[in-house]
């Protein structure tokens, strides 16, 4: 990375401060850049949206020709190269810093339950976390199948239904290694005779900047009422969640010194205790700006950990990160076709382009949380002219829109488009929460997923026929 892109810096002050600085630069996002996620992305000759795997190679612009939009494509391959970094950076900095601890990664499945999803991150050494009985429910699939490691831990939370307490005690009893994180100390009650490990999830007094930092929180434990309980039986894991898309590393850091005086105070009275799990909420650039990187974070984690244990005499807590968004967001894009331009009659944007399909039901952060997102034409990528758009979707409803980061976004014109050429769109880093959030307003038809892999091209979900959805809905 060059230093004219980014630098940053890491001071360990003799106190346990752990600064991180940034300077940054102005234009950012670009395709092909490792600390954009847009490696894999390149542009043709044509002026052409390409994706890399190896020597592999995909037309963008082809596929979305040939399976048609609205369109998602997902690729494995970038999710499992993104845990495997996650995997090299903890254990290189672990060791380098003499670190005792160990490093797990669970994959938290409410980011994106698709079987392509989850099982390249399995095959590569995830755990995993659930947070419902429906997903522990998939968890049992896969075990019956034969096809996980008999090794792999789930963790289990969430409020526990009767349902969800049942299946975790039979999988217990099937050799599952299912740990239920206690959010509530009712919970505890129903694991009293539980023989495997159990978590604990508190809910910390730091507050994150985060669209998620909430001012009151009902999610685990304060850390009082968890010291309160004194001895909890098998007592293995203290957990917390503090928030997604976490703006600021220290942010992350200053929650997890919190985290750790608790894990402490608990340890005095539950030896058991080894393992740290501070959650997800480790953030993907779809703003305009750097995030801090992933680097710089895990050594302020390892350090900051590290530093505390000794003076305190205690073991290297094991680290288990949650980090869902992170590892998942860049494995996916989707795919509009502009179906028709209208005026703006006043506005930043000149136009209206309408997309073939809905920010509401496809991409629904756009419209709950004002997700920003970074956008590319799929063909005619150099065009020099453009004009300043609005998009919006096919349903009825004015909030389905994207006014963009910068009040418009910049597309070719279609009035330079070539008889019987479409203009496409790539919309980047959806590979998270969007498909599970996905619903069907006015009835559209969610997009066709192709998955690519291995040189190869697959159909993930078929086109919706109106037949299809009519039956959802109970004709
Ligand atoms: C308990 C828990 N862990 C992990 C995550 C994943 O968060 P992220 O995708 O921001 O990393 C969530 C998200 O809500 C969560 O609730």
């Not at 996620?37 to 052409?48: G, L, P, Y």
């Not at 898309?245 to 205790?273: C, F, W």
């Not at 006015?442 to 892999?453: A, F, G, R, W």
Request: aromatic share 10%.
């Amino acid at each position: 990375m060059s230093p004219a892109i980014r630098k940053i810096f890491l001071r360990i002050r003799g106190d346990d401060t752990i600064i991180i600085r940034m300077r940054t630069q102005k234009k950012f996002w670009k395709l092909g850049r490792k600390e954009c996620n847009t490696e894999v992305f390149d542009v043709n000759t044509d002026a052409e949206l390409i994706i890399r795997e190896g020597n592999y190679q995909y037309n963008v612009h082809d596929l979305v020709r040939k399976f048609g939009s609205s369109l998602e494509i997902f690729l494995p391959f970038v999710v499992e190269e993104r845990l495997n970094r996650l995997f090299t950076i903890f254990d290189r900095n672990m060791k380098q810093a003499g670190y005792r601890g160990k490093f797990f990664y669970h994959y938290p499945m409410k980011v994106n339950q698709n079987r392509e999803a989850v099982l390249p991150l399995v095959s590569e050494g995830a755990h995993l976390e659930v947070g419902s009985h429906n997903e522990l429910t998939l968890v049992r699939k896969l075990w019956e199948s034969d096809s996980v490691n008999t090794k792999i831990r789930i963790l289990c939370n969430g409020p526990k239904t009767k349902a969800y307490v049942d299946l975790i005690h039979h999988l217990a009893e099937r050799s599952v290694r299912v740990v239920p994180i206690i959010e509530d100390a009712s919970e505890l009650d129903e694991f009293k005779e539980f023989k495997g490990d159990i978590g604990v999830r508190i809910n910390l007094q730091t507050k994150v900047r985060s669209h998620w930092d909430k001012k009151a929180d009902r999610f685990g434990l304060l850390a009082d009422e968890i010291v309160e309980l004194g001895k909890i039986r098998n007592l293995k894991l203290l957990h917390y969640h503090i928030g997604s898309q976490i703006e600021r590393g220290t942010d992350i850091i200053a929650a997890m010194k919190e985290a750790l005086h608790v894990y402490k105070k608990i340890r005095e009275i539950n030896p058991s205790l080894d393992t740290l799990d501070i959650g997800g909420g480790f953030a993907i650039p779809y703003e305009k700006k750097p995030m801090y990187s992933l680097e710089t974070v895990s050594k302020a984690m390892i350090a900051t950990l590290k530093k505390l244990a000794d003076v305190w005499e205690m073991p290297h807590p094991n680290i288990v990160v949650e980090w869902g968004r992170h590892v998942i967001a860049p494995a996916q894009l989707t795919i509009f076709k502009i179906v028709s331009a209208k005026a703006v009659p006043k506005g930043l944007a000149k136009f209206w382009y309408i997309i073939d399909g809905s920010f509401m039901n496809d991409l629904l952060d756009t419209w709950a949380i004002h997700q920003k997102w970074h956008i590319v034409p799929v063909n005619r990528i150099n065009d020099k002219k453009k004009h300043r758009v609005w998009l919006a979707g096919l349903s009825c409803d004015s909030d389905d829109k994207y006014t963009a980061r910068d009040g418009y976004v910049s597309l070719p014109r279609l009035e330079d488009l070539n008889p019987g050429e479409d203009l496409y769109i790539a919309i980047f880093d959806t590979g998270a929460y969007q498909d599970a959030f996905a619903s069907h307003h006015c009835l559209l038809s969610s997009p066709l997923k192709l998955v690519l892999q291995n040189g190869i091209v697959t159909v993930a979900r078929k086109r919706e026929t109106a037949e299809d959805i009519g039956k959802q809905f109970g004709w």
